[in-house]
């Protein structure tokens, strides 16, 4: 599974050529905890180490899906590895950031099938702070970085205040 | 999935031969909801209709793992569709149990790697009555079908002690 992952993060490497990146260089929400976190969990599944010379922009880069990069994804199929990949990449980004936050263990728990459909879950305690039915995996992405940040910082504050509200729960 | 899901267990059922059963048919345990449940389950990810003159100690016999059937299965193995589709049929069960006794949605999740190891989790509203870690998956059964019910009597004491301790959280 492991070496899966990587051969295909490889695949993926050589489909973006660097010369047609969306995100700047000089983005200043890379410069985010978020981003700094998404980058940190990308190099955790890059097992060969491809990308240590990469720039962050470059790194995060296949997130973003504009609506030309959209438009060459059909409307129906099946999501690849890569793909399935930035999904979990997603969501334990988001986990690790509650976690900081509050100071608790955040389990991230993410199901895809095959056919693109699935269910992502953060668990903190015996309290489930995101609950997501996922679908059309295969077309997973944002129209920009700073709406990737907005998404995240969105499931981030709702986990927080049921963490604040239902602290017992998320405590067991 | 379902039509692979559907062909294993044909191979499954292939594979046990009615006159080597471990359950009796008379067992006392059959009557249970909680068998009941089970065989409900087992009939409703059975597509061709394979079980429909079967009884129901036939159908549960697969669950059960005596020290003889135990020996015959290696230690270190990659568990197969019929064995993964049993641990979701019994967690199921559970879950369909615990709906009935709360009167709340209580949904499960399991997630199963292909190396046998996995996690299986059940909801109700925002919190976790049941989270536990599995390995050796290709191992996956119980000593007799009582020990079945007692394991499955137990997640559901535990579970029905939190959902009445944190009701707040479980009707989220």
């Known amino acids: 599974m492991a070496a899966n992952t990587a051969i295909s993060m490889d695949r993926l490497k050589a489909s973006i050529p660097s010369n047609n990146l969306v995100i700047a260089a000089d983005d200043p929400v890379l410069e985010s905890d978020f981003a700094k976190e998404m980058i940190r ?3 955790a599944i890059d097992s060969y180490g491809t990308y240590d010379k990469w720039s962050a922009n470059r790194i995060l880069d296949p997130f973003i899906l504009t ?8 409307i129906v ?3 690849d590895e890569e793909v399935m990949a930035r999904v979990k990449v997603f969501y334990n980004a988001i986990a690790s950031m509650i976690e ?3 100071n608790l263990m955040a389990v991230p728990l993410i199901n895809l099938t095959h056919e693109g459909f699935g269910r992502a879950l953060i668990s903190v305690g015996k309290l489930i702070v995101m609950d997501r039915t996922l679908r059309d995996i295969h077309r997973f992405g944002f129209p920009s970085l700073a709406k990737m940040k907005t ?5 981030l504050s709702v986990a927080m205040e049921l963490i ?3 602290s017992e729960v998320a405590g067991l």
């Open 77 to 79: 199929g099946d999501p």
């Open 67 to 74: 609506k030309e990069r959209k438009q060459e994804i059909p």
């Open 100 to 102: 900081k936050e509050c």
């Open 164 to 166: 604040g509200k239902h």
């Open 41 to 43: 969990q990308m190099r």
């Open 151 to 155: 998404e995240a910082d969105k499931i």
